[in-house]
Nanobody, 118 residues
Framework: QVQLVESGGGLVQAGGSLRLSCAAS????????MGWYRQAPGKQREFVAR???????RYADSVKGRFTVSRDNAKNTVDLRMNSLQAEDSAVYYCSAQPTLITTYSYWGQGTQVTVSS
């Protein structure tokens, strides 16, 4: 059974930093495309960042240069380091695991709330 558990969310002031972590069980994160998505109230879930099985990373334009996605193979976790947070970064952040970029299904975590106060 695949489980993804996010942690690290919370309340932070604008300009601050947070680090989210996604702990995986039932899969090996180094063999999957691991992604971070977010959903703000009233908005659709949107892509934030991902890291492929070979370590290739991609970011949404809105977070490029501020967020960094990384993987710890020994701990089987994927982190999202978020710097220079802005009010518009407030959302529920979800971790996802996709076998490949063309696979039509993904596993999802339950999400962690990030609130940035301005």
């Amino acid at each position: 059974q695949v489980q993804l558990v996010e942690s690290g969310g919370g309340l932070v002031q604008a300009g601050g930093s947070l680090r989210l972590s996604c702990a995986a069980s039932g899969i090996t994160v180094s063999s999957f495309v691991m992604g971070w998505y977010r959903q703000a109230p009233g908005k659709q879930r949107e892509f934030v960042a991902r890291i492929s099985s070979v370590g290739d990373t991609r970011y949404a334009d809105s977070v490029k240069g501020r967020f960094t996605v990384s993987r710890d193979n020994a701990k089987n976790t994927v982190d999202l380091r978020m710097n220079s947070l802005q009010a518009e970064d407030s959302a529920v952040y979800y971790c996802s695991a996709q076998p490949t970029l063309i696979t039509t299904y993904s596993y999802w975590g339950q999400g962690t709330q990030v609130t940035v106060s301005s």
